[in-house]
């Protein structure tokens, strides 16, 4: 029991808010940055954002590239898969 809450503890601290990242993205373009994706953030401006067309397949593909990343955070945190059921990760 007290393994399983401090697994949630490390995961609630690495896994990125959806709706803060949706609210990023709308604003200032910023998505990759919050899921440690530096090199690809840097390139989606300089490139002004594929000049529109990263940013219309971003829009698209934004839920699950963040579901995916929270995921990934589950996983290493060695949570079960009743656990990331629960976090409607699966």
């Given at each position: ?15 990125v ?39 219309l ?20 945190c ?13």
């Amino acid at each position: 029991m007290k393994s399983e809450m401090k697994s949630y503890d490390v995961y609630n601290a690495q896994a990125v808010n959806g709706g803060n990242v949706w609210v990023m993205f709308l604003l200032l373009g910023w998505s990759y940055g919050s899921m440690n994706q530096m090199v690809k953030q840097v390139f989606y401006y300089l490139t002004l954002g594929g000049c529109g067309i990263w940013t219309l397949y971003r829009l698209f593909t934004l839920s699950g590239a963040i579901r995916k990343y929270n995921k990934g955070v589950a996983v290493r945190c060695g949570m079960s898969t009743e656990d990331m059921l629960k976090l409607e990760l699966i």
